[in-house]
């Protein structure tokens, strides 16, 4: 398995260096704040997501003009203090196509993936390897500046559509993969929408941090790791 994820880690790092060459075309001057590389819940996928602030702020100006927004939203929206899609990688305005080579990297993904024992510990480990692999190959692609002449000034981190594991996965990532300003920045995401909406933006409840390594955005216990939380995931 190792050997299979030694493989899969260098491809992605090609695959997101070619795919980043495409999606700057369509970006243009547009300035990258995010960059994401989301996965599903059985880590058999991934895909490149990134936002521009000028995609960002078209968005929020759609945004503010919502007749539903509590008494203060808009007004932040519009005055650049909140968001409401900021960090969620499916509002986004750019990733990779459908043709893409991290396409190519998902197929490979789901055929190991059928293969495996249906074992938890052996699903566990797959979990772990996956997640341990798209941080080294993100890693990599950041220190080569694979993400532009911004690649210091954007913020990166590894999501997960719609899972209860999400926040802390991004979280988690976040911390490894960005400097403490710009994690601490990410870590406290949730705020604004909590401030107006009374839950934070995953839309899950916020779960117990002593029964689970899960957690709420910016709350990572200190036990955690890729293997504690696949781990606990599969209950090992």
């Known amino acids: 398995m190792e050997q299979f994820f030694k493989k899969i880690g260098t491809k992605i790092e090609a695959a997101v260096k070619k795919e980043m060459r495409k999606i700057s075309k369509k970006i243009g001057d547009e300035k990258i704040y995010a960059a994401a590389l989301v996965t599903d819940s059985d880590c058999t996928t991934l895909y490149l997501a990134l936002n521009t602030c000028e995609y960002l702020k078209k968005r ?29 990688t499916d509002e986004w305005g750019y990733s990779d196509g459908t043709e893409s080579e991290l396409n190519k990297i998902s197929d490979l993904l789901y055929e190991y ?12 480990e797959y979990g772990r390897l996956f997640f341990e692999t798209v941080t080294q190959a993100f890693r990599n692609l950041i220190q080569s500046k694979a993400f532009g002449a911004d690649t210091d000034e954007i913020t990166y981190f590894i999501s997960m559509s719609d899972d209860e594991r999400t926040p802390a996965i991004e979280d988690y990532s976040a911390k490894l993969l960005n400097p403490e300003p710009k994690y601490m920045e990410f870590a406290g995401r949730d705020a604004f929408y909590e401030e107006f909406f009374g839950e934070d933006s995953s839309e899950e409840d916020a779960l117990d941090e002593e029964d689970s390594l899960h957690g709420a ?5 200190e036990n955690f790791s890729w293997k504690a939380l696949m781990d606990d995931y599969f209950g090992i």
């Open 60 to 88: 929020d100006e759609q945004d503010a003009l919502r007749s539903d927004l509590p008494e203060g939203c808009a007004e932040r929206i519009r005055d650049g203090s909140g968001s409401l899609t900021k960090w969620l």
């Open 113 to 124: 993936d059928e293969d495996l024992d249906s074992d938890d510990e052996i699903r566990a």
């Open 217 to 221: 955005s910016g709350k990572i216990p």
